[in-house]
């Protein structure tokens, strides 16, 4: 149905270089008579066009401003796309230092009876919304808007950030016919490009020169004469010109860890900043750079060499014990116990290593820092590893704002192990999912760094092992025992211990679909490093057919996967399983007298290309009945678009086989 | 259609009484029964209602909960909704450890403000002060006190003291008022919660003590009847300025229409013309209003925007008709100036919307009642109920959302509680028909249709508007007891004239018929499955009740494989319970074609507790017999 997104992405998206000013206001009949977007056909709206203009003033008295012009025109096809005539504007405000809206023109265009209507946006239309103390919502929506409208908007942002410039996208849920992006970057200051995305994003560079206008009073000593001199200043403005055409909506899948890293945009990082007459200062620009800035920020490396707020609890806790992995162990259980996780983000420290310590409450780089010094206070090799966490995507340049988080790394001969803190139930090396994000930089003592994987390397086990006796009315009864390794032990450790256990069991009864539950066990919940062990016995009913002399059953019952999760025919963007895993169920199965073993499913086996993943199913015949033995396994946390065929394929051939029955007959 | 015009309601909550409460902020103290089901433990809640006049009132609440687990942090409720026209004078909040020992102070200015404006939600000047605390232990245990002052007498704070999963230790609510005025009050399940009263002159209280922890639980009658819940109404009070004086729901719609309504009906005449010109000639009243409704509904789209007498007065219809928007009130209020114009009388109607029936009570009026608008036309006594905050909704169907529920009309007269349109087992049809045939393989080409009336329509109208895409993916889904099924064609139509919706789908899928040895079993019900079986419940405590009834009715062909020969198939089956019914037949046309026939029918009503093992008996049977298979053999 969609064949080759991506080959119609690139061929769709051309890069013109001249670009012809489209002027506000101008919307022609044709315009208003599309009922559906051309390449589209399915879109609720598109964007026909959008201008961002960014240039930087000088305004004496103020300083430097960032002004950011928006002109965008939607067509609106459909009810659903409704919701796209609101818009909000987001603005920063701190101590009256206040981003501004300006210039703000709206209207709404209409074919009505062959005429074009147009509708103004009013005050009415217009609402402030204070967020909290430093965020404001300026919010607008259209008048008159109908199937087949065209909004169109402009405004201009006026911002003493000026060292912030936002990123810039070129891609919404909606189609763009037609965007451009102009950046005018004072010779002040230099800007570095960075840009994520499918499309290949050009620009064009030019240059024009600007002036900046200085007066000056002064007042004579007589006291009644004032004098106004005028001073200019030239200076040049770098332009970069953006311009696509036909730039697809974005779409999400599922199992996608965050659908922001395929978003075509471009963002202006502040690399350097040369005011006439004064030495210049360098900003972040390379990756080294980032990581340096960060290691010696108060709130990073400043916290990271505090120590004598905990030495005391580390030698008490550590006296007499010489092994470094059990000193290690310790020191992370001892630092989960004490302190908890606000829930908050962030690379930088918030309240700081002491107070959180004091307090028993801190964000990640609180928690982790301090693990990491008392690491290193009782003689492990420990560094701290900055990170992005999912939810904050991948930042594909270097920039302060590429990290969120901070996790500890024990180096040892050969091996490197992490640790988090704020992961109450995690073992090393087994992170939480929020963490899991590529890769990281692990900083040393003496500020070097290397890259290093977040991707967990050991699979997740959960294997059961499971005696059923079947009844010759088709009910079940048996026992079974799981264990949960590594990433399916943090899981079930998370929802069981925050569970009300009753609570629990009747959900899992209802999860499984009209089961009951006895004798429920679960071993190993605080022994973290140990697989969790859950098991219980049960009984359910009519998990076979009683047809005539003969039964039939699915040999792996309840346990059997009964849907293909990969119901889409095609895939554009990686499948992202977080970790490896494997998944194991071994079967005994008691039948019921007076029955015989007519016919079995065969045993089967598939593989996955690059062995990615394996399937095997094995079904024998024993004294008491039958014997299955079910293993599926996924190797990688990342499986790329290319191999989505043959992974739908892989779970299409094992449903297929759990679905297939055993024959008995009556002796 | 989702929409709130009450948002603005919630100003609830708050104050203290400075007494020494020590024993309750420890754990060590609590009656472990008290912990079943529990998530938190209320110790003591002390709400006190005080009206000084009738635009001066005052909220004050001393509120002490012992957080057992991480689920439990909302329910210490250390949040203040306010507005405009709310004070809040004092709140505070003091953490103790489990043995009592207080361990932080949280005061007001360490609340987070923020703006309440929900997503969707255009413009509202509701905020909310909340409390930020991460804690360090469970269990611990936190005392919120708050005092809030508001002008506002028209919205008296109700007493619900049972939330699910809290226990309850001690909760009591005082209300004080002028003598000079008079409460009206709705008392639910009190005796059957052991709710203690007190009342005196000018002085009303009520004490629940020693409640365990609740659950909630599928199928059962909603919140409100099934737990201890008083509401409260004064006779007059002060609304954003504007003053009342309401014993009964006639006063109360007088007030409305006077106050909030009157003069707000009227259009340009531009757009008069219009409306006189598209009746022209049309002579019957319900002919007339829907074409006045489908020129509303072509002109308009829904915006929330909560403004004007506490967020209950409409936008005025001239203003409507100039931008094209509003929400349920704006835009309900200009279908009825439209249909004025059309010479069709309609009434302005307050509603409690949601799948969930929820009515308002005939002998107790409040303003707190209902959440949404929507229109009525008396029709003769041939009720008409429009939803007028959809683009999409047929003329007449009102669905799921507003159904069989009492609601007040509004006329100039007074206010009347009528009853909204009962959709009935007959009306809410689903007609699954067509054929499919399977290959030696066992694979299935499918080719079926269905068709939706009454609320069964609901559930599927709003397809039509979906893409390719999702249309794909939601169709794998429902027909999940297939697997591998590619969707070979999709042909959706809404016949809107008799409330009508059509789902046309070819499909075609690998491996329905499991083949073993040289046998093939497959299920005849390949279309339409039952497979939800009720959550089971270890010890069920609330009645049953099913809200409303369906019809699900199914005819196929099938076309057997060639080379294969029927070994063995299901009997047919009639089963019938007070819930509904079920049956099935499958006869034989001719050595290749089968014809399959199902019925199930599910009856609303009301059942006591007992009765839901023998509902889950009859569900369990119904999933056993749609999921029978017929064995075929080779020739």
Redesign the interface.
Known sequence: MRKSILYILTFLCTITIYAQDVEFGDISKEMLQQEKHLNDPEASAAVLYEKTYITTRYIQGQGFQLETNIHRRIKIYTKEGFEKANHSILLYKDRGENERVSGLKAFTYNLENGKIEKAKLRKEGIFTENRSENWELEKLTMPNVKEGSIVEYKYKVVSPYWQNVNEIYFQYDIPVDHIEVVFEAHNYFTYKKHYKGYFRLEPKEEIRSGKIRLTSKSKSWAGNRTSVSEDEIDFDYKISRFELKNVPALKDENFVSNIENYRSAVKFELAQVQMPNDIPQYLTKTWDDVVKTIYRSEYFGGQLAKTSYFENDVDELTAGVSDDMKKAAMIYNFIRDKVKWNGNYGKYTDVGVRKAYKENTGNVAEMNLILTAMLRHAGLNANPVILSSRNHGIKMFPTLDGFNYVIAAIEVENAVILLDATNYYGEPNVLPMRALNWSGKLIRKDGSWSDISLMPRTAAMRVTSINVTLNENGDIEGKQRTQFTSHNALGFREVYAKADKEDYLEKLENNIGDIEIDEHDVKNLKKIGKPVLESYAFTKESQAEVIGDKIYFSPLFFLATSENIFKAEERVYPIDFGYPWKRKIMMNIKLPEGYEVESLPEATAVRLPENLGLYTFNISKTPMGISVVMSKEINSSIITPDKYSALREFYKVLVEKEQEKVVLKKI | MRIKFLAIIAIILIQTTGRAQENLTSFLTLPTQLTD?A?AVVRLDETLVNVKAIDDMEISQKRIVTVL???GINKIGAVVWYDSHVRVKDIEVKIYDKNGKQIKKIKERDF????A?EGGT??SDSRVKYMDY????YPFTAEFTSLVQTPNTANLPSFHPLSY?VGVEKSTYKIQYPTSFTLHKKERNLKEFGVVKEEKEGVLSYTIQNMAGI?PEALSPSEADIKPRIVFALNKFNYDGVTGEVNNWNDFGKWMYHNLLDGRATVDDETKAKIENLVAGVTSNREKAKIVYEFMQ??T?Y?S?QVGIGGFQPIPAE?VN????GDCKGLTNYTMALLKIAGVESYYTHVQAGSEIVGFYDDFASLAQGNHVILNIPNKGDDIWLECTS??VPFGHIGDFTDNRNVLVITPEGGKIKRTKKYSLEENLQETTGSYALNVNGNITANTVIKTKGIQYDNRYYLE?W???EK??RY??YF?TV??V?IDEIILENDKETITFYEKIKFNA??YG????N?M?FAPNAFNRYTN?P????SRRFPLEIQRSFFDKDQYEIKLPIGYTI??I?ENVTYETKYGSYSYTITKKDEQTLQYQRTLKIKEGLHPKEDYKEYRKFI?KIV?FD???I?LVKK
């Open positions: 089901n998530n687990n991480e689920n987070e403000d923020v703006s404006v255009m413009y991460t804690p360090t232990e999963f659950k072509n002109k789209r915006i925007v203003e100039k931008v094209g928007y683009q999409k508007d893409s390719e895409t794909d993916k794998k889904r999940k697997n591998n590619n690998d491996s499991v083949i073993t040895g046998r079993l079986i959550d089971r419940y270890r070994e063995a299901p369990k056993k999921a029978a298979k064995v």
